[in-house]
């Protein structure tokens, strides 16, 4: 079955194809496009081309699923911190610097392998990769994230994010003294053009949109908290670089910064979300890990 299918305009005439794949097929690299196009699971108007190959105005390209035989997931004992679960869903602590799924990059230590040991159960939706998993957050982000354990409670889940009814509030530290208490950052967002394994504000990005609270100033720095209205790759790293305030620590769209961090200081602190099947509104909340936690005390020692 076809995973998905372009047809090519005008705006992406003589881009390669291996670079213009990213923009289409989610959660890919350059590396492992050009991988499928060897496996001739990428065609081009029914043929098999090269990485190399740079589109015409016209041509149809079909990405194909690739066979599930190549999929071997082991489940492994990460310690995870499961914060809630029950029948049809669960919450599940991430850590900062653990890859939400395998790829071809990451076999093994990802959070699905550490639910799949932990879970009794997990939804087939998002397919062999993926199971379980109705949204992500960056590598090096923590906290918590939202698990199906079944179908019916991943499409149910899936709807309440299309339908923004899920509260997602993160909390960030972020270069520059923000003057305003609170704010909207309205911009779309797409594939960096000169940078394609970045993301970046673009005229024809999709929505997004995040809102934001100051929760204490510093010198030189601002801890605020973000609330997804859309959840699109890298949002709030990429609007709050976008409107001068970019979050420490980040390796892609940050500064330089004085301390020592693995990774931006960036934690999804809450989720709210109405239980699929008992319809009961339900909320969770996680600390701040310490790496975050010991930078603010510095902030506050300096401020005193």
Same mark, same amino acid.
């Given at each position: 079955m076809n995973k998905v299918e372009i047809k090519i305009e005008e705006k992406d005439v003589n881009v390669r194809i291996d670079k213009l794949l990213l923009d289409y097929v989610e959660n890919s690299s350059r590396t492992e496009i050009q991988n499928r196009l060897k496996e001739g699971n990428i065609v081009v108007n029914g043929d098999e081309v090269k990485p190399n190959y740079k589109v015409k105005l016209g041509d149809v390209i079909k990405v194909f699923e690739r066979e599930v035989e190549d999929v *071997?997931?082991?489940?492994?004992?990460?310690? #995870?911190?499961?914060?809630?679960? *029950?029948?049809?869903?669960?919450?599940?602590?991430?850590?900062?610097?653990?890859?939400?799924?395998?790829?071809?990059?990451?076999?093994?230590?990802?959070?699905?392998?550490?639910?799949?040991?932990?879970?009794?159960?997990?939804?087939?939706?998002?397919?062999? /990769?993926?199971?379980?998993?109705?949204?992500?957050?960056?590598?090096?982000?923590?906290?918590?994230?939202?698990?199906?354990?079944?179908?019916?409670?991943?499409?149910?889940?899936?709807?309440? #994010?299309? *339908?923004?009814?899920?509260?997602?509030?993160?909390?960030?530290?972020?270069?520059?003294?923000i003057q305003h208490n609170k704010g909207t950052i309205d911009a779309p967002i797409g594939r960096n053009k000169e940078k394609r394994q970045q993301m970046a504000v673009v005229d024809d990005g999709k929505n997004a949109v995040t809102h934001f609270n100051v929760l204490e100033r510093f010198n030189g720095y601002t801890l605020i908290e973000a609330i997804l209205e859309t959840g699109?790759?890298?949002?709030?790293?990429?609007?709050?670089? /976008?409107?001068? /305030?970019?979050?420490?620590?980040?390796?892609?769209?940050?500064?330089?910064?004085?301390?020592?961090?693995?990774?931006?200081?960036?934690?999804?602190?809450?989720?709210?979300?109405?239980?699929?099947?008992?319809?009961?509104?339900?909320?969770?909340?996680?600390?701040?890990? $310490?790496?975050?936690?010991?930078?603010?005390?510095?902030?506050?020692? $300096?401020?005193?």
């Open positions: *071997d997931i082991i489940p492994e004992d990460l310690n #995870l911190n499961i914060v809630y679960e *029950d029948d049809n869903v669960a919450v599940v602590y991430k850590p900062s610097g653990m890859v939400v799924h395998p790829s071809a990059g990451h076999k093994s230590n990802t959070l699905v392998n550490g639910l799949m040991y932990a879970l009794d159960s997990l939804s087939g939706i998002n397919g062999e /990769y993926r199971p379980g998993i109705v949204h992500r957050i960056d590598k090096d982000t923590s906290g918590l994230l939202m698990v199906a354990k079944n179908d019916v409670a991943h499409r149910d889940l899936s709807d309440q #994010l299309k *339908d923004k009814t899920v509260d997602r509030r993160y909390v960030a530290l972020v270069h520059g003294e699109r790759t890298h949002q709030i790293r990429v609007h709050m670089d /976008y409107i001068g /305030y970019p979050i420490v620590g980040d390796p892609v769209y940050g500064r330089k910064t004085k301390f020592v961090t693995d990774g931006q200081l960036l934690h999804a602190k809450t989720i709210g979300f109405t239980h699929p099947v008992s319809k009961e509104r339900l909320s969770f909340s996680s600390e701040l890990p $310490e790496q975050f936690k010991t930078v603010l005390e510095e902030l506050r020692l $300096e401020k005193s």
